[in-house]
């Protein structure tokens, strides 16, 4: 079983700037890929960028202002966000674990909030 916690959220300015941390903890087998995702109030929830040895993939909302990094014990994944904008408004959850018979992340963080002010 693996647990994954989201820290880094909170409110900036347009423009401004956030690094959000997914730590992971437990058994942390199946982690080659691990994921951002977000969802907004009633929207569904989308992936913002993932990272594995194969290589990184980005929404392209988020391209060019967002970067994925692992550290070095590939236990925390971050997510470096910049020159923020109001739609990057949403809860961002980390997932990790994928999953090829559910096409899906076997395990997923609580979540943190992110909020953009114009």
């Known amino acids: 079983q693996v647990q994954l916690v989201e820290s880094g959220g909170g409110l900036v300015q347009a423009g401004g700037s956030l690094r959000l941390s997914c730590a992971a903890s437990?058994?942390?087998?199946?982690?080659?890929?691990m994921a951002w995702y977000r969802q907004a109030p009633g929207k569904q929830c989308e992936l913002v960028a993932s990272?594995?040895?194969?290589?990184?993939v980005y929404a392209d909302s988020v391209k060019g202002r967002f970067t994925i990094s692992r550290d070095n014990a590939e236990s925390t994944v971050y997510l470096q966000m910049n020159s923020l904008k109001p739609e990057d408004t949403a809860v961002y959850y980390c997932?990790?674990?994928?999953?090829?018979?559910?096409?899906?992340?076997?395990?997923w963080g609580q979540g943190t909030q992110v909020t953009v002010s114009s």
């Open positions: 997932g990790a674990g994928w999953n090829w018979i559910t096409r899906s992340y076997n395990y």
């Open positions: 437990g058994s942390t087998l199946s982690m080659n890929t």
């Open positions: 990272i594995s040895s194969g290589g990184n």
